[in-house]
């Protein structure tokens, strides 16, 4: 059983950068591919960006366009870890921030597509 924890989250100004982190254990991580969703109140949850585990022209890293230019997603195999760098943070963009885990190695958005998830880490951006 993949178990995934994230942390990092908090409150920042407009404009502000904050670094999220997944880490994973009970499984290979280095098999999974990995997403970061949000979910803002009273909203769905909504895909970020995603991470493959393989290198191929299509398994490049993607992003929504709500953050594209903005975030970064990397994932460091030896430490089991999954990073979400944000900058030029917006008051939009405060949510529920969670990583989750599948074996396909090719980008979905769909979040049920998804294996496994963590709790969440809450972010807000104060305007």
């Known amino acids: 059983q993949v178990q995934l924890v994230e942390s990092g989250g908090g409150l920042v100004q407009t404009g502000g950068s904050l670094s999220l982190s997944c880490v994973g254990s009970?499984?290979?991580?280095?098999?999974?591919?990995v997403g970061w969703f949000r979910q803002a109140p009273g909203k769905e949850r909504e895909f970020v960006a995603h991470i493959s585990y393989i290198s191929l022209p299509s398994t490049t890293p993607n992003y929504a366009d709500s953050v594209e230019g903005r975030c970064t997603i990397s994932r460091d195999n030896a430490k089991n870890m999954v990073y979400l760098q944000m900058n030029s943070l917006k008051p939009e963009d405060t949510a529920v921030y969670y990583c989750a885990a599948k074996t396909s190695p090719f980008l979905t958005t769909d979040p049920n597509a998804y294996n496994w998830w963590g709790q969440g880490t809450q972010v807000t951006v104060s305007s």
């Open positions: 009970g499984g290979t991580f280095s098999h999974y591919a």
